[in-house]
T-cell receptor
Framework: QQQVKQSPQSLIVQKGGISIINCAYENTAFDYFPWYQQFPGKGPALLIAIRPDVSEKKEGRFTISFNKSAKQFSLHIMDSQPGDSATYFCAASSQGGSEKLVFGKGTKLTVNP | KAGVTQTPRYLIKTRGQQVTLSCSPISGHRSVSWYQQTPGQGLQFLFEYFSETQRNKGNFPGRFSGRQFSNSRSEMNVSTLELGDSALYLC??????????????FGPGTRLTVT
């Protein structure tokens, strides 16, 4: 059972454009939703995270939008740059003593110059 | 502050052998989690350790095991290797379990190839 569904699988955006990646979850106990960025040959790097008590969080060009009723959250990358080309993973976890992160399948983003 | 370090970075083993991977968390971090990353299954949780105790375990066979030492360093072991165990094994650390420690920081991983 895939608890976090991520789409699209791949995304091509022109430089300066907006990249949007969506995730949906099933487990209502999830209360922490991070996004990770992974470059080839590297481990995932924490990009930005949100908790369900807010609907939006912005850090620089990266914004997370969160819709608790729809059980969906998304990552928006404004003014996308070629250096943003990477694989992005959404994830979720629930308080309760576990550090277990449940990941989406990932989105490979390509930003063309 | 140094990040999470994992050794070795690359490893080639033969079916039936066993392997031990090592992880040193960020200084001051006491919780260590392990994940397996493959193209087909993505990132899957293996297990989590805090204060030398396994707190949670993912859905992997008993061939996969781990431990944590008093200095928070962790090792994972895979016995009787199978071809399907070829993957990137990632270690992540966080300060401690609980709300304040949700931020997990990953190491570069160990690329295991089983032939």
């Amino acid at each position: 059972q895939q608890q976090v569904k991520q789409s699209p699988q791949s995304l091509i955006v022109q430089k300066g454009g907006i990249s949007i990646i969506n995730c949906a979850y099933e487990n209502t106990a999830f209360d922490y939703f991070p996004w990770y960025q992974q470059f080839p040959g590297k481990g995932p790097a924490l990009l930005i995270a949100i908790r369900p008590d807010v609907s939006e969080k912005k850090e620089g060009r990266f914004t997370i939008s969160f819709n608790k009723s729809a059980k969906q959250f998304s990552l928006h990358i404004m003014d996308s740059q070629p250096g943003d080309s990477a694989t992005y993973f959404c994830a979720a976890s629930s308080q309760g003593g576990s550090e277990k992160l449940v990941f989406g399948k990932g989105t490979k983003l390509t930003v063309n110059p | 502050k140094a990040g999470v370090t994992q050794t070795p970075r690359y490893l080639i083993k033969t079916r039936g052998q066993q392997v031990t991977l090592s992880c040193s968390p960020i200084s001051g971090h006491r919780s260590v989690s392990w994940y397996q990353q493959t193209p087909g299954q993505g990132l899957q949780f293996l297990f989590e350790y805090f204060s030398e105790t396994q707190r949670n375990k993912g859905n992997f066979p008993g061939r996969f095991s781990g431990r944590q030492f008093s200095n928070s360093r962790s090792e994972m072991n895979v016995s009787t290797l199978e071809l399907g165990d070829s993957a990137l094994y990632l270690c992540a650390s966080s300060p401690r379990p609980g709300q304040a420690s949700y931020e997990q920081y990953f190491g570069p991983g160990t690329r295991l190839t089983v032939t």
